[in-house]
């Protein structure tokens, strides 16, 4: 009998049940972010003058960080704050056309619903840098409207190049979130003589509007975490003006620890607050719907 | 044809209806009368849920014909939302609205459908909610309330849009049976005051007490039928006596 409860049975029934690999987890990102301890963040400031330490050579260590010290303030406020900037724009972009596709997958006429279906599976699965690129040499340089031109720089088209895999991943939030709503309450609002639009919008979107929050978070980080993308398209961010930087101290080797590195450190400890943020709110959601 | 109150509220005549090529019901009629209280009870899976289920267009039919207030529902062209405003739907997972409390539960229908006045909604509304005696839990979300609780509310809520026929599907199959009790009298005050009720129900005692007919369904058809006395003291039909056997 015992044996039997310790799965040596060769009944497959009695065999425990056992999850093989990993499950999809739509907070990927900021779960293992947000697991991290907040030293972390003191680990890392410690390991990577460590590790240009360990590379250096004749232009020392001490050159190279002091090199850094000169392009901190052009480094954070001119770079990294326009990659908050351009992940900002972009992901008010995504998350508005993105709405409105997740709520058009859900449409009763089925044109539509195909229609927005293919769009978001289009640009959940394209490269994000094929994507940018696209927009890149799809846009004009410039719109003429009523005789007046009105250019468009380069981190414009940036932030529509990356807002576009955004809004994609947000429609199919969107959706899993109203389809996961019991259809009970679907037709506890149609005994009532709601219409479908009163019910989706005063029943079904209120209750999920919670429950979108956490994955939607997830997104913006992950969206920050691309901007250094925009760099391919000589948009003045973090990683192009770093690159500069080094040139303008004579591209010595030893200079790519620090200054990538204090890229890196900017990037963690922007997105492990939200990464916190992210998990502490999933778990009160969970507990109360 | 215009619906007087000597006519059936509810009729149904010859309904057929199929899910893919199960057919669930297979030639229903019957008939209630305004302020009828009747009961229709059988073996799980004999479509008795269906049937009702049909009587306010949550499912459609193949055949046959339902009418309410001389209105027939199986029109293409029917105001379902005008239908569903005269029949009210209880259903077995009570099916609250878990973001909005209760008074919020019961007020939500006639402002947002009926566009009526606020000031007025709120007085019914506790009035009703009183009326199921829940007085005190107006504030309280769903997920606060006991099973019982929460499908007195749902029937507040369906009261809420003035109703002319009330429809309980298996309304306390899902409760603990303490709670069963305070349900029921709930719809035992309603069919006092002359509500027309259907009820699909498992509750004997209850339908023998309160029905003024009782109908017993068994795959899709109509096997019996007549008021609580007869019906359970002299059924016929020998599927009736087997089930009543099994049940009493």
């Known amino acids: ?289 | 044809m215009s619906w007087t109150p000597d006519l059936p509220i509810v009729s149904l005549k010859d309904v057929h209806k199929s899910f893919g090529d199960f057919e669930v019901l297979k030639g229903v009629s019957l008939d209630v009368m305004k302020g009828e209280v009747i009961c229709i009870i059988g073996p799980s899976g004999s479509g008795k849920s269906t049937l009702i289920r049909c009587i306010n267009a949550l499912n459609d039919i193949q055949r046959g014909s339902i009418t309410v207030e001389g209105q027939e529902v199986s029109d293409p062209k029917l105001d379902k939302l005008a239908l569903r405003k005269k029949v009210g739907m209880v259903f077995q997972q009570y099916n609250l609205f878990p973001h909005k409390t209760a008074l919020e539960n019961v007020m939500m229908a006639p402002l947002k459908v009926l566009k009526e006045d606020p000031r007025t909604v709120e007085d019914r509304a506790r009035s009703l909610i009183k009326k199921v005696r829940l007085e005190g839990k107006e504030d309280n979300y769903p997920g606060e309330l006991s099973g019982g609780q929460q499908q007195r509310v749902a029937i507040a809520r369906s009261l809420a849009m003035r109703p002319d026929v009330m429809l309980f599907d298996e309304v306390t199959a899902a409760l603990d049976p303490e709670t069963v009790k305070e349900v029921l009298v709930t719809i035992k005050d309603l069919a006092a005051e002359g509500m027309t009720c259907i009820l699909v129900t498992h509750e004997m005692g209850f339908a023998r007490e309160v029905a003024d007919h009782i109908y017993f369904t068994d795959r899709g058809v109509i096997v019996e039928h007549g008021p609580p006395a007869s019906f359970f003291d002299e059924a016929k039909d020998p599927r009736t006596k087997e089930f009543l056997s099994q049940i009493l």
């Not at chain 1, 990102?29 to 991290?36: A, F, K, P, T």
């Not at chain 1, 770079?79 to 972009?93: E, K, P, R, T, Y």
């Not at chain 1, 009763?108 to 890149?136: C, H, M």
Request: include cysteine; aromatic fraction near 14%; charged fraction near 10%.
């Open chain 1, 1 to 289: 009998m015992d044996s039997r409860l310790h799965g040596t049975t060769d009944l497959p029934v009695m065999k425990p049940y056992v999850l093989r690999g990993h499950q999809y987890d739509e907070l990927f990102l900021v779960r293992w972010l947000g697991s991290l301890p907040p030293w972390s963040l003191l680990v890392l400031l410690a390991l990577w003058p460590a590790a240009a330490f360990a590379q250096s050579a004749m232009f020392g260590t001490v050159d190279a960080f002091a090199a850094l010290w000169r392009w901190i303030p052009f480094l954070t406020f001119q770079g990294f704050l326009f990659n908050v900037l351009i992940s900002l724009f972009a992901m008010l972009i995504g998350t508005t056309l993105g709405a409105a596709l997740g709520l058009a997958q859900l449409s009763r006429n089925k044109v539509t619903r195909g229609i927005s279906w293919a769009i978001t599976q289009l640009f959940r699965n394209s490269p994000w840098l094929v994507l940018l690129f696209v927009v890149l040499l799809a846009f004009p340089f410039q719109i003429t409207v009523f005789g007046v031109t009105i250019p468009i720089p380069g981190w414009v088209k940036a932030v529509i190049g990356l807002s576009l895999p955004v809004m994609a991943n947000i429609s199919e939030i969107v959706r899993g979130a109203v389809n996961s709503v019991p259809s009970a309450q679907w037709e506890a609002a149609e005994s009532l003589s709601f219409t479908r639009t009163q019910t989706l919008w005063q029943i079904i979107l209120p209750q999920c509007f919670k429950r979108m929050i956490p994955p939607w978070m997830n997104w913006y980080a992950i969206l920050t975490m691309a901007t250094p993308l925009c760099s391919l398209l000589g948009v003045g961010e973090i990683i192009t003006f770093s690159r500069q930087a080094m040139e303008a101290e004579n591209n010595h080797p030893e200079l790519l620890m620090p200054f990538y590195g204090y890229a890196l450190v900017l990037f963690f400890a922007y997105c492990y607050p939200i990464a916190r943020l992210t998990i502490a709110l999933e778990r009160r959601y969970s507990v109360k719907l």
